[in-house]
C-alpha cells in the first residue's frame, strides 16, 4: 500500500484515532488487531474471518471476542491511577469494579476476574441475577462486591449470604427504605455487611447521559436523607460498618471540567460525612469514563476531551485537595469503569449481500420518441445539456419536471411507460447534478441531501436491534470500517441497512473528525463478491441491550487470543441462535407447531390434494427447518 492510499484511508475511517493502538491497517489493505499498542504480534481479521468461514464453517454475521483487549484496558485504567495516586502523593488505594450490567458475559466476566489478584479488581452487581452470578465468582479477598440498584429483602438477604461465606460486599443504599431494610435483616441474621450510601449530587456529567445526574436523578439520597440515614445507622449501632460513599453523573462523560466539579461536590460531601464520625473508608465516583468511538477528542457526545491519564489525574487531583482543606483521610477510590473496560474487546463483522437501488442504475440511455409528452423532453434536454455552471438551475427545473410527471400520471394524462421514462430522466439529471457539485467549492447544503439520497443502500447480513442497537436507540456512533480492501481508495457513498422488517434497521451515521457523515465511503461492490464490514467499539452494552427482533437470534461468536509468537488460536467458538431456540424465546413450542402442520397437511391428504409420500417429504423438511440459523445463509 502506497503511503497516499493509507493517508486517504485514515482520513476516511480514522482508524489510528479510536482504536486506542489496538486496530491498524497492514500492508495489504486488511484491518489487523493487537493484543495491546505497539504490540508487534497483530491477527489479520480478513485472514481471520476466512478461516472462520472456510475451515471453521461459521457464518456471517461473527461477533470476534479478543479478550486480551480487556486485560489490556484494565491495566491502562489501574496504570494511570497508580500513577496519577504517586505523582500526587495520595494516600489512598484504588479498587477498580467491573459493573456487570455493561456486558454481564461470562467470558468477561471470568477474564476481568484472572487479573484480581494482580489490582484487587472486584464486581458490582445491580439485581439479584447478577449477584448470584457473581457470588460464585472467586475475587481476591481484599476486591470488593458492591450491590447497586433498587433491592428487595431477597436480594439484601443473599447479599448477607455472601457476607457469611466471607465475601467483601458492600450494600449501596439507594433509598431510606432500603437502609431500614438493611438494618432490619441485620438484626435478625446477626450479619453486618458493609453499608454504602449514595449520594445524590447536584454536579452533572455531560452527553447523552447528563440527565441521569443532579436533582432529577433516578438513583441516590437526598442531603438530609444522607443525614438521615446516619441517625439511623448509629442508632442501630450499625455505624460503624458504613465503609462507602458512592455517586454516579452518568455514562460517557464528554468534558473533563465535569467530572472535576462532582470531584469537588463528592469529596465534600465526603468529608463533612467523615468529620460527622462515619468511617468512611471507600470513595466510589461510580462510572463515566468514556470511549472516543469518532476519535475527535472533543465535547462531542460520541468522544470525549481527555484520555485516561487525564482522567484519573482530575479525580485523584481534586479529591486530595479537597480532603487536605478538610483535614481528613484520603478515602480508597473505587471506579466503576465499564464502558472504557469492554468496549474494545469485540468486532462485529457482516457482509453486503445486495444492493436496494434508489434509481434504475443500470437502464440503458432514455431514447426520445417523437409522441414523447413535453415533460419528457425536457428531461432529456436538461439531462444531456447540465453542466458545472448551470447544475444547480437545473436540478431547480427537474424537481419541477418531476411534480409535473406525476401529476400528469395521476390525471391519467400519461402512461406508465412514459412515468417510468421520465423518472429514469429525472434521476439521472440528479446524479449529474451531485457530480458537478463535487467540483464546486461552496455547493448549495441541498447537494449534501442529495448526495445521501443517492448513496448506495447496502443490504447487510445482520439485525441492527441485536448487535448495534445504541446505534438506533439514541444515535451512538459506532466506527465501520471494510476489513479489506484497504489498499483501495473507495469510490462509491453508502448507507447500511439490515435484513430486518423495520424501516429503522439502518446505519445513516457515520464517524467523521468534523461532524456527523450521512454516508460512508465505500468500494464498488457486485453481486458474487466478498466484501467484509466491522463494526468496532461494541464490548458496552450492545450484547446485554439488544433484542430480538423479527426474532433474529444471536450471532456466531469466536473467541480469539494471540500467543507469545504472534500465532493466533480460537479458543472459544459458540454457534448463533438457531430458529428453534427463537421460537422457544417467543414461547413457541416446536413438537407442537411440527404436530399441527402435519394436522394440516393430513386434511390435504385427504382432500387428495398431495400424497402421503409428499406430506411426509414436507414435513421432515419443515422439522428440518428448525435447526437452521436465523440470518441469511
Excluded at 471476542?65 to 497508580?82: E, S, T
Excluded at 450499625?238 to 455514562?251: A, E, N, R, V
Excluded at 482530575?314 to 477510590?333: Q, R
Excluded at 444547480?392 to 400519461?414: C, M, P, R, S, V
Aim: hydrophobic residues 35%; negative net charge.
Amino acid at each position: 500500500m502506497n503511503e497516499e492510499t493509507l493517508q486517504y484511508i485514515q482520513q476516511v475511517y480514522g482508524v489510528e484515532n479510536w482504536s486506542s493502538g489496538y486496530f491498524d491497517i497492514n500492508s495489504k489493505g486488511h484491518v489487523i488487531v493487537r493484543p495491546q499498542r505497539d504490540d508487534p504480534r497483530f491477527v489479520d481479521l480478513k485472514d481471520l474471518v476466512d478461516n472462520l468461514l472456510s475451515e471453521r464453517k461459521l457464518q456471517l454475521p461473527l461477533l470476534i471476542r479478543f479478550p486480551q483487549l480487556l486485560a489490556g484496558q484494565l491495566r491502562k485504567l489501574v496504570g494511570a491511577y497508580q500513577s496519577a495516586i504517586q505523582e500526587f502523593g495520595y494516600q489512598g488505594l484504588h479498587y477498580p469494579v467491573y459493573p456487570m450490567k455493561v456486558n454481564p458475559r461470562r467470558e468477561v466476566v471470568e477474564e476481568f476476574l484472572k487479573e484480581s489478584a494482580r489490582c484487587r479488581v472486584g464486581l458490582e452487581c445491580g439485581s439479584k441475577a447478577e449477584l448470584y452470578a457473581a457470588v460464585a465468582q472467586e475475587q481476591a479477598p481484599d476486591s470488593l462486591m458492591l450491590c447497586n440498584g433498587f433491592k428487595d429483602e431477597a436480594f439484601i438477604e443473599t447479599a448477607m449470604l455472601a457476607v457469611r461465606a466471607g465475601k467483601r460486599v458492600t450494600i449501596v443504599v439507594e433509598k431510606l427504605n432500603e437502609l431500614k431494610t438493611v438494618v432490619k435483616l441485620a438484626q435478625k441474621h446477626g450479619i453486618a455487611p458493609w453499608i454504602g450510601l449514595r449520594a445524590k449530587l447536584y454536579s452533572r456529567g455531560s452527553g447523552k447521559w447528563a440527565s441521569s445526574g443532579g436533582d432529577a436523578a433516578k438513583f441516590g439520597l437526598t442531603t438530609s436523607e444522607l443525614l438521615e440515614s446516619v441517625r439511623i445507622l448509629k442508632e442501630a449501632k450499625l455505624d460503624g460498618q458504613l465503609k462507602l460513599l458512592h455517586f454516579h453523573i452518568g455514562s460517557q462523560i464528554t468534558d473533563i471540567k465535569r467530572v472535576k466539579n462532582a470531584m469537588k461536590e463528592g469529596a465534600r460531601v465526603y468529608s463533612r460525612l467523615r468529620q460527622l464520625g462515619c468511617p468512611i473508608e471507600f470513595f466510589d465516583i461510580g462510572g463515566g469514563l468514556g470511549v472516543d468511538y469518532d476519535g475527535s477528542q472533543t465535547r462531542f457526545e460520541s468522544s470525549v476531551n481527555y484520555t485516561v491519564q487525564e482522567f484519573a489525574n482530575g479525580v485523584v487531583y481534586v479529591i486530595k485537595g479537597v480532603c487536605d482543606e478538610e483535614n481528613v483521610p484520603h478515602p480508597h477510590i473505587v471506579t466503576e469503569s465499564g464502558r472504557f473496560m469492554t468496549a474494545y474487546h469485540t468486532v462485529f463483522i457482516t457482509s453486503i449481500r445486495d444492493e436496494i437501488e434508489t434509481f434504475a442504475q443500470d437502464q440503458p440511455e432514455v431514447t426520445i420518441d417523437a409522441d414523447d409528452p413535453q415533460v419528457i423532453t425536457e428531461l432529456k434536454e436538461l439531462c444531456d445539456t447540465i453542466n458545472g455552471k448551470n447544475y444547480a438551475e437545473y436540478y431547480h427545473d427537474a424537481l419541477e419536471h418531476k411534480d409535473e410527471l406525476h401529476t400528469q400520471f395521476n390525471l391519467g394524462l400519461i402512461s406508465l411507460e412514459d412515468r417510468a421514462k421520465g423518472e429514469v430522466l429525472f434521476w439521472e439529471v440528479c446524479a449529474r447534478a451531485l457530480d458537478e457539485s463535487e467540483d464546486d467549492s461552496f455547493p448549495d447544503e441541498e447537494f449534501a441531501d442529495l448526495k445521501k439520497i443517492l448513496a448506495q443502500k447496502y443490504l447487510c447480513n445482520f439485525s441492527l436491534f441485536r448487535s448495534a442497537p445504541d446505534s438506533w436507540a439514541i444515535h451512538q456512533l459506532f466506527p465501520v470500517v471494510p476489513i479489506h480492501r484497504l489498499d483501495e481508495k473507495p469510490q462509491d457513498f453508502a448507507t447500511l441497512v439490515d435484513v430486518t422488517c423495520d424501516s429503522d434497521g439502518k446505519i445513516d451515521r457515520f464517524i467523521d473528525l468534523k461532524d456527523v457523515r450521512e454516508t460512508l465511503e465505500l468500494h464498488d461492490w457486485k453481486d458474487g463478491q466478498d466484501y467484509y464490514l466491522g463494526i468496532f467499539l461494541t464490548g458496552a452494552y450492545q450484547e446485554v441491550m439488544g433484542s430480538h427482533h423479527n426474532l433474529f437470534g444471536n450471532p456466531n461468536e469466536a473467541q480469539v487470543v494471540i500467543d507469545n509468537d504472534g500465532r493466533y488460536h480460537v479458543t472459544k467458538i459458540i454457534p448463533g441462535s438457531r430458529i428453534n431456540d427463537m421460537l422457544q424465546f417467543a414461547r413457541y413450542d416446536q413438537p407442537q407447531l411440527l404436530e399441527s402442520y402435519r394436522k394440516q397437511l393430513r386434511t390435504q391428504v385427504e382432500a387428495g390434494i398431495i400424497t402421503k409420500e409428499v406430506a411426509e417429504e414436507l414435513a421432515n423438511e419443515f422439522d428440518a427447518g428448525a435447526q437452521r440459523g436465523t440470518y441469511l445463509s
